[in-house]
Nanobody
Framework: QVQLVESGGGVVQPGGSLRLSCATS??????????MGWYRQAPGKQRELVAA???????NYADSVKGRFTISRDPAKNAVYLQMNSLKPEDTAVYYC???????????WGQGTQVTVSS
């Protein structure tokens, strides 16, 4: 069983910063075999990819967050992070951690963490 647990969400003013963390675990989970990503879903909108980092370390970002957000992964801690700077009200959403197995394509999701950007 694979478990993903997000943390670090909260309420922040526009222009502020937050760092989201995703801890991974599971008896059969091998962190190196997974591409990792952060998605978000705002009320009334579809879930969208925010940032992703492959098992090999390649990163990609949604155009809306380029230059403001940074995704990273720590193999020693089996964790992935999302550093969010210069936050805007439109970044308000529930943020989800995703793990995708590079061999069989199976996806796993965390429970989500709320990020609210408001003055």
């Amino acid at each position: 069983q694979v478990q993903l647990v997000e943390s670090g969400g909260g309420v922040v003013q526009p222009g502020g910063s937050l760092r989201l963390s995703c801890a991974t675990s599971g008896s059969t989970f091998r962190f190196s075999m997974y591409d990792m990503g952060w998605y978000r879903q705002a009320p009334g909108k579809q879930r969208e990819l925010v940032a992703a980092v492959t098992s090999g370390g390649s990163r990609n970002y949604a155009d809306s967050v380029k230059g403001r957000f940074t995704i990273s992964r720590d193999p020693a801690k089996n964790a992935v992070y999302l550093q969010m700077n210069s936050l805007k009200p439109e970044d308000t959403a529930v943020y989800y951690c995703n793990a995708r197995n590079i061999n069989n394509g199976l996806n796993y999701w965390g429970q989500g963490t709320q990020v609210t950007v408001s003055s």
